[in-house]
């Protein structure tokens, strides 16, 4: 059976989204993003899924560090749909609950939850990790935040779904092989292309880089910027534009990338999520 790694517990809203990106693969659970990268590299897995934003938290800045070395090839991206559940053991209702255990960032998204019952609020590594707690504790009055799959797993009842506070909570994940696989259909559908590009740290260099994909008409739907090496000469952007770079106006892009003596590389070219087309319609005027 195909295997597909993630970073988390079982449960985890990564396990959620490998098995919808994957459904009847085999889920691998690892400890770190590290750990992910080197299961996909080392052939325990067949691919990862990696987050790399989320539309409340911002970017995942260990996928931005780790990445451009992990030697893996993008194929895919995937958008998840946070759905938080207050999970309880069987048998508990809410009004039994007194403490709620969750991840960090999780907790930071279900505050209207804690004011409007009184909750107390306990932070854990994992929301996943947080249901496999309380299930182990089997109190009452603990309850975990995570997603019906932790509970599902764990022996949890959900006691109330849809428990955080903003509805568009969405997680975006690139999908990553040890190869590329190319599709020969990939040029007839809507088409990203992940790159780094290395500017000079100098005045003007940014705007250059800009241009180059302003010029053609290339749309630029995400760039992320960091040092290399610690050190403030050169500078480093993780890029993401539509369009396949044998498409003219990327091509001419990329050539004028070339020509202003920009060095780039691409992570990966991969068909544009369906998730992403549905946004854009509601979006427009």
Known sequence: MPVIAFQGRPGAY???????????????????????????????ADEGLLPCENSL???VAEIHALLPHAGLKIVGEHFQRVEHCLLGVKGATIGD????????VAMAQVRNLLREYGFEGITEFDTAGAAEMVARWGNPEDAAVASSLAGELNGLEVLKSNV??????T?????????????????????M????????????????????????GVNM?????????????ATQFLVDVEGHPEEERLRKALEALA???????ILGVYQRSEFREALSKDHLP
């Open 97 to 104: 609950i007194r403490r709620v255990h969750t991840h960090p």
């Open 221 to 233: 739907t995400r760039i992320e910027s960091y040092m290399l090496g610690g050190s403030f000469a």
């Open 57 to 59: 938290a911002g970017r």
């Open 164 to 169: 955080e506070d903003a509805t568009h909570n």
């Open 171 to 191: 997680t975006r994940f690139y999908r990553v092989t040890r190869q590329e696989k190319p599709e020969e259909n990939l040029r007839a559908v809507p088409t």
């Open 14 to 44: 990564s396990d959620l989204a490998c098995r919808a990106v994957r459904p009847g693969w085999e889920t691998l659970p690892c400890r770190s993003f590290a750990e992910t990268i080197d299961a996909v590299r080392d052939g325990q």
């Open 259 to 265: 020509q202003e003596k920009h060095n780039y590389r």
């Open 193 to 216: 292309t992940t790159m780094l590009v290395h500017v000079q740290n100098i005045p003007g260099s940014l705007y250059e880089v800009l241009g180059c994909f302003s010029r053609y």
